[in-house]
């Protein structure tokens, strides 16, 4: 019956989702962080997806190939009076733009909607179908 | 006789199977609408029903027999012969061509058919399980 692959399917893109949206929260908690003692501040995370396929018939799952760091600069702030400024006076802060995780999240988030809904129709129409010739 | 009785089973359990297939496929679409590079699939559900059941004489499903012995491929509920790939409504920069609204309403439209379906086929046991007691 293929139809209970959807719920690897789906199972499979909500997890990746989640993953996604762990690492959206974890950049945008991270997102006024400054230089610690070896002098490199927070780097934003950003995940990949790839296509797995799920068994021989074709059904096709997502999972999470690699976690990647942003490698932009972080923004460098004029501020002497900091704890964290280096010898010239200045701060560097992380390189995470809070509006792009924004949007990032938003789309996680109703990508991992998306998902859910699709198991629940996928539910109830198996659910149906063992009632068949009742 | 009683083949008679079962033929429009038959046809419906093989639109029935059809059906959860794309229903598979409309999923595999709709989890991969993130994914870089990833084309959407779609399935051509007359022709792949028409070739289940029998009704289409050289699709692409069935397999040729040029010597004797050969076998000829039963029909069957199998859609991967007509898998089509589906162009994107607007070219996206991760070459990804799913279109989220297009897949949404297949798969609702999907999931109404297979529904639909399985009352067609409960209908008919109904109908034939009446015929059977007759009247009593």
């Known amino acids: 019956m293929s139809m209970f692959n959807i719920f690897n399917v789906s199972g499979s893109a909500a997890s990746a989702q989640s993953q996604r949206l762990n690492v959206v929260a974890s950049n ?45 600069p972080g923004r460098r702030v004029h501020d002497p009076k900091h704890p964290g400024a280096d010898a010239a006076g200045y701060v560097t802060y992380s390189n995470v733009n809070p509006v792009e995780e924004m949007v990032n999240m938003i789309s996680a988030s109703r990508s991992y909607q998306n998902n859910v809904e699709v198991m629940s129709t996928a539910k109830s129409l198996l659910l149906k179908t063992l009632q068949m010739g009742a | 006789m009683l083949n008679r009785l079962t033929d429009t089973l038959n046809f419906h359990g093989q ?21 870089p590079g990833y084309v959407a699939r779609d399935m051509n559900f007359a022709q792949a029903l028409r070739e289940a059941t029998g009704a289409g004489t050289n699709g ?12 000829a491929g039963s029909a069957g509920a199998r859609g991967e ?3 089509v790939y589906a162009n994107a ?3 996206n920069l991760d070459r990804n061509t799913v279109d989220m609204d297009r897949e949404r309403a297949a798969f609702a439209d999907n999931s109404v058919k297979y529904e639909a379906t399985l009352r067609f086929i409960n209908g008919n046991v109904r109908t034939m399980l009446e015929a059977i007691k007759g009247q009593s």
């Open chain 2, 60 to 71: 692409a499903a069935a397999l040729a027999t040029s010597q004797p012995g050969h076998l």
């Open chain 2, 81 to 83: 012969a007509n898998l």
């Open chain 2, 89 to 91: 409504s607007q070219n």
């Open chain 2, 15 to 35: 639109a029935l199977g059809l059906r959860s297939e794309r229903q598979r496929l409309l999923a595999s679409n709709i989890a991969n609408a993130d994914t």
């Open chain 1, 28 to 72: 945008l908690a991270n997102a006024d962080t400054v230089a610690g003692p070896d002098g490199a501040a927070y780097k934003a995370r950003q995940v990949t997806f790839q296509t797995e396929l799920m068994g021989s018939t074709g059904a096709a799952g997502v999972r999470v190939s690699n976690v990647s760091e942003d490698e932009t």
